[in-house]
């Protein structure tokens, strides 16, 4: 479809779209209200529109969940599984569809799928990425006129390029905009100016920071993602040497909290400014603006950093959505949608068909504007994570999701004596909704473990992921 085609169509929203890496859903105050730091930019969104409180991703890794959002597809059909899986650019994205459809678009800041010419970004009108991961400080950015080194701090240099980039768009056309943040991915260096802001909060640890992983098999306990893992240089700064071995581990997790907490506030203050540049350029209320992350992220429940885990912290993405006059402000819901579904949303607010980009997804669009439930989101989900060599020793594993039970199957490719190859837990979230008690023996939930199963097996049958371990 043409931008002609589409021309005498009512006006269609802005769309923009702001990623961060390794924001933890409980790390925002509009979804944790008495959090000791708080996200008041972020905040802005939720109170305009709604937070949507079971928003997941399909594999808590980042590559892996930005080409899912990008192409509205599964891994093992976008091809990115793992980190070490680049993307193929030939393939069809979110921003082919919407640039054919007469949006204006750009894709600025991480990227973090390749920036080779195979792999660097297609479909957009302009794009500015980081290598790699990217620096925190004076970090290299790569476009079509060539790789260049900025000076700065990474939050405030993608916030202005993205602010640039709005001041000279073509005003005639809708926009879309994908603001990619690098923060508050490790090893979270804040902006010079929020070095220390924290050292004086008491960061209170987490209801499951002592997690003993009792009930669990091997990969739970296995993992080297605990708190007592992080380094030095994680730190900071030198070890203390005059600390118990317990002393130690909490004075980690304040250094940790510190400075993961103060990237988030140059986050915030950057959603702020894109808020303040669209209300005072009369957008706001033609504006689609949805605020998340890759995925969810540990802050120190059940011990842990970083993500991979199907565990509720790591599946969860928080997402913020407003829209004026078309989703309710202060709204919340608790359907079950994936980060598959946001390119279908975005082509279903734009006015195109959804034949215009080919996806396992489905539009969140009656969810986001419905008053009440309407019952649009998932009975159940389907989790696949592949990546066999990660550091962190997290096995690979897959697992269903229904709106009360939770099912994973763990792949253990090493097993010790006596342990097995497979092994399998269930998860009552209504009874259970930290996850600390495995239930996949119990007899009283021999049906619902039945039940489960078989979701599972309609889901891989469905999205075609049926190539296992």
Same mark, same amino acid.
């Given at each position: 479809?043409?931008?002609?085609?589409?021309?005498?169509?009512?006006?269609?929203?802005?769309?923009?779209?702001?990623?961060?890496?390794?924001?933890?859903?409980?790390?925002?105050?509009?979804?944790?209200?008495?959090?000791?730091?708080?996200?008041?930019?972020?905040?802005?969104?939720?109170?305009?529109?709604?937070?949507?409180?079971?928003?997941?991703?399909?594999?808590?890794?980042?590559?892996?969940?930005?080409?899912?959002?990008?192409?509205?597809?599964?891994?093992?059909?976008?091809?990115?599984?793992?980190?070490?899986?680049?993307?193929?650019?030939?393939?069809?994205?979110?921003?082919?569809?919407?640039?054919?459809?007469?949006?204006?678009?750009?894709?600025?800041?991480?990227?973090?799928?390749?920036?080779?010419?195979?792999?660097?970004?297609?479909?957009?009108?302009?794009?500015?990425?980081? =290598?790699?991961? +990217?620096?925190?400080?004076?970090?290299?950015? !790569?476009? &079509?006129? %060539? @790789?260049?080194? *900025? #000076?700065?701090?990474?939050?405030?240099?993608?916030?202005?390029?993205?602010?640039?980039?709005?001041?000279?768009?073509?005003?005639?056309?809708?926009?879309?905009?994908?603001?990619?943040?690098?923060?508050?991915?490790?090893?979270?260096?804040?902006?010079?100016?929020?070095?220390?802001?924290?050292?004086?909060?008491?960061?209170?640890?987490?209801?499951?920071?002592?997690?003993?992983?009792?009930?669990?098999?091997?990969?739970?306990?296995?993992?080297?993602?605990?708190?007592?893992?992080?380094?030095?240089?994680?730190?900071?700064?030198?070890?203390?040497?005059?600390?118990?071995?317990?002393?130690?581990?909490?004075?980690?997790?304040?250094?940790?909290?510190?400075?993961?907490?103060?990237?988030?506030?140059? =986050?915030?203050? +950057?959603?702020?400014?894109?808020?303040?540049? !669209?209300? &005072?350029? %009369? @957008?706001?209320? *033609? #504006?689609?603006?949805?605020?998340?992350?890759?995925?969810?992220?540990?802050?120190?429940?059940?011990?842990?950093?970083?993500?991979?885990?199907?565990?509720?912290?790591?599946?969860?993405?928080?997402?913020?959505?407003?829209?004026?006059?078309?989703?309710?402000?202060?709204?919340?819901?608790?359907?079950?949608?994936?980060?598959?579904?946001?390119?279908?949303?975005?082509?279903?607010?734009?006015?195109?068909?959804?034949?215009?980009?080919?996806?396992?997804?489905?539009?969140?669009?009656?969810?986001?504007?419905?008053?009440?439930?309407?019952?649009?989101?998932?009975?159940?989900?389907?989790?696949?994570?592949?990546?066999?060599?990660?550091?962190?020793?997290?096995?690979?594993?897959?697992?269903?999701?229904?709106?009360?039970?939770?099912?994973?199957?763990?792949?253990?490719?090493?097993?010790?004596? %006596?342990?097995?190859?497979?092994?399998?837990?269930?998860?009552?979230?209504?009874?259970?909704?930290?996850?600390?008690?495995?239930?996949?023996?119990?007899?009283?939930?021999?049906?619902?473990?039945?039940?489960?199963?078989?979701?599972?097996?309609?889901?891989?049958?469905?999205?075609?992921?049926?190539?296992?371990?």
């Amino acid at each position: 479809m043409t931008a002609a085609a589409v021309g005498a169509s009512p006006k269609r929203p802005n769309i923009l779209f702001i990623l961060a890496d390794d924001h933890a859903l409980q790390q925002i105050s509009a979804y944790r209200p008495d959090n000791v730091v708080t996200t008041p930019q972020i905040d802005r969104i939720a109170a305009a529109g709604m937070r949507l409180d079971n928003c997941f991703c399909c594999n808590s890794l980042c590559a892996p969940s930005r080409a899912s959002i990008l192409t509205g597809n599964y891994n093992h059909i976008c091809g990115v599984r793992t980190l070490q899986e680049k993307f193929d650019n030939r393939q069809r994205t979110i921003a082919h569809a919407l640039r054919e459809g007469g949006y204006q678009t750009a894709m600025i800041g991480k990227w973090h799928l390749g920036h080779e010419e195979a792999n660097t970004p297609r479909g957009f009108d302009h794009w500015e990425i980081l =290598i790699g991961q +990217g620096e925190y400080h004076n970090p290299r950015f !790569l476009s &079509e006129a %060539g @790789l260049a080194q *900025e #000076t700065g701090y990474v939050t405030e240099i993608i916030t202005a390029k993205c602010l640039d980039w709005l001041e000279e768009r073509d005003v005639d056309r809708p926009f879309f905009l994908m603001c990619h943040h690098k923060a508050p991915h490790r090893d979270w260096q804040p902006a010079p100016q929020y070095v220390g802001r924290y050292a004086d909060v008491d960061f209170p640890h987490p209801e499951t920071y002592h997690d003993d992983y009792e009930t669990r098999g091997p990969a739970a306990w296995r993992a080297r993602m605990r708190i007592d893992d992080l380094t030095e240089r994680d730190c900071k700064q030198p070890f203390p040497e005059d600390l118990s071995p317990e002393e130690l581990v909490d004075w980690k997790y304040q250094r940790f909290m510190e400075d993961y907490m103060a990237c988030v506030a140059s =986050i915030d203050d +950057g959603v702020g400014q894109l808020l303040d540049y !669209l209300e &005072e350029h %009369g @957008l706001l209320e *033609e #504006t689609l603006v949805i605020y998340s992350s890759d995925q969810g992220f540990y802050t120190g429940e059940h011990g842990w950093f970083d993500k991979r885990f199907m565990y509720e912290e790591s599946h969860h993405m928080p997402c913020l959505v407003q829209y004026p006059g078309h989703i309710p402000a202060g709204s919340s819901s608790q359907e079950m949608i994936l980060n598959i579904d946001f390119a279908p949303t975005w082509l279903d607010f734009a006015g195109l068909s959804a034949g215009a980009l080919t996806t396992q997804g489905r539009s969140m669009r009656q969810v986001l504007e419905a008053d009440e439930e309407t019952g649009q989101g998932y009975d159940y989900i389907y989790y696949r994570y592949w990546d066999k060599t990660s550091d962190h020793h997290v096995y690979p594993h897959y697992g269903v999701r229904g709106r009360r039970y939770k099912l994973i199957c763990f792949r253990n490719l090493e097993p010790g004596e %006596g342990e097995s190859p497979t092994y399998w837990e269930l998860y009552d979230l209504k009874t259970d909704p930290n996850e600390l008690n495995n239930r996949i023996d119990d007899p009283a939930l021999a049906a619902v473990r039945e039940d489960m199963h078989r979701a599972l097996l309609q889901l891989q049958e469905k999205y075609q992921d049926t190539e296992l371990l």
